[in-house]
């Protein structure tokens, strides 16, 4: 139900926009949030935003980089990531919560739909 894209190689120091898109009754959630997955590790919160938009969350490792958004008209959250560095090396995940409570929207359990994921691999 929710399509991730925009995932790919890039050099350290370099750009990727990641794309979800979704049916209008996904996209227009509570909030939606971007986590990732790096090898071995938890998936881990990465940046959310509400469904007015009023509310923007980041994860403190990428404030400043990266930034999310949303087009309601074309039901799509994005998220633009600069800077890019090895750390940040992962499978991204866009998610969307119907019944999520504003304090839980940096935990996964507070999200109910999961796109595929999308590799990003920055190599330094």
């Known amino acids: 139900q929710l399509q991730a894209s925009g995932g790919g190689l890039v050099q350290s120091g370099g750009s990727l926009r990641l794309n979800c898109a979704s049916s209008?009754?996904?996209?227009?959630?509570?909030?939606m949030g971007w986590f990732r997955q790096a090898p071995g590790k938890e998936r881990e919160f990465v940046a959310a935003i509400t469904g007015s938009a009023r509310g923007i969350y980041y994860a403190d490792s990428v404030q400043g980089r990266f930034t999310i958004s949303r087009d309601n008209a074309k039901n799509t959250v994005s998220l633009q990531m600069n800077g890019l560095n090895a750390e940040d090396t992962a499978v991204y995940y866009c998610a969307a919560s119907s019944r999520g409570i504003l304090s839980s929207i940096r935990s996964a359990s507070a999200y109910n739909y999961w796109g595929q994921g999308t590799l990003v691999t920055v190599s330094s």
């Open positions: 209008e009754r996904i996209i227009s959630s509570r909030f």
